[in-house]
């Protein structure tokens, strides 16, 4: 009975320390992990409205008109904000209204120069292929000085290949197009037409449809195929079930 006593108090001191370890280690379960403080950025700003369409025109030293451009421009520009300390992307429709145009024509280069508030500057080079007669939008060039702009803001490409066209017609892309020039700057055209070579007067020569245009006026033509080849099909599986049911009351 003796030995039985000494060994019920250690049995009790194991028990009573099972239970405090267990007592600790649910209660560091039941602590919730510290939460990270949620990142929040700023969402990006809503793109502007379709941009007006502008008419701008560059004349010779003899008073002639020399390039044509009809469009609507919208930049798309990345930069440092002065305010938000940080790289931000924005978007600005060009406002014909506020916008001033220069430039100067050569036998194989053509320049238009946009003017627009804020310091903005846009220019387009044109290029001809004297021996193909095959002209193209080569080279883009962007300065501009924002408010919120850390700094002014430059861009520059002269390597380009767009709005290819042919030496007295007209280059028109009714459809929006994205123009890529540098990595912090893209333009975006909007109902465009252009002839930077071989006018004749102050009137567009014929239009070479882009691209997108022709894929645009190439659905509706698939879909209307469609719909004469279903219509036909039809028709003449009438004519057959209508022919074989007059041949089957004959033989009656």
């Known amino acids: 009975m003796k030995q039985h006593s000494r060994k019920q108090p250690l049995f009790l001191a194991f028990i ?24 929040t950025t700023a969402p990006p700003p809503a793109p502007p409205a379709r941009p007006e ?66 310091k903005t500057n846009l220019t387009f080079l044109f290029s001809l292929n004297a021996t193909s007669s095959k002209y193209h939008l080569s080279g883009v060039t962007l300065s501009a000085a924002w408010p919120d702009m850390s700094e002014p803001f430059s861009a520059s490409n002269s390597s380009l290949d767009y709005l290819r066209g042919t030496l007295g017609r007209s280059y028109m892309c009714r459809e ?46 698939i879909v209307g195929t469609a719909l004469a080849s279903l219509v036909l099909i039809v028709l003449v599986a009438y004519l057959i079930g209508r022919k074989r049911s007059h041949a089957g009351y004959q033989t009656i």
């Open 53 to 118: 369409r502008g008419n701008y025109t560059v004349t010779n030293v003899n008073g002639t008109v020399c390039l044509m451009a009809r469009m609507g421009l919208q930049l798309n520009i990345r930069f440092s904000s002065a305010s938000l300390n940080n790289t931000v992307q924005d978007v600005l429709n060009l406002q014909p209204n506020v916008t001033k145009s220069s430039g100067s024509c050569d036998s194989d280069s053509a320049t238009l120069l946009l003017m627009a508030e804020e």
């Open 176 to 221: 929006e197009q994205t123009l890529a020039v540098a990595v912090n700057f893209s333009l975006n055209t909007f109902q465009l037409q252009v002839q930077p070579f071989g006018l004749t007067g102050d009137q567009f020569g014929a239009a070479e449809e882009c691209q997108l245009d022709e894929d645009d006026m190439l659905i509706p033509i």
């Open 16 to 39: 009573a320390f099972l239970a405090v370890t267990l007592h600790q280690s649910f209660a560091a379960t039941d602590v919730p992990p510290t939460a990270a403080a949620p990142q």
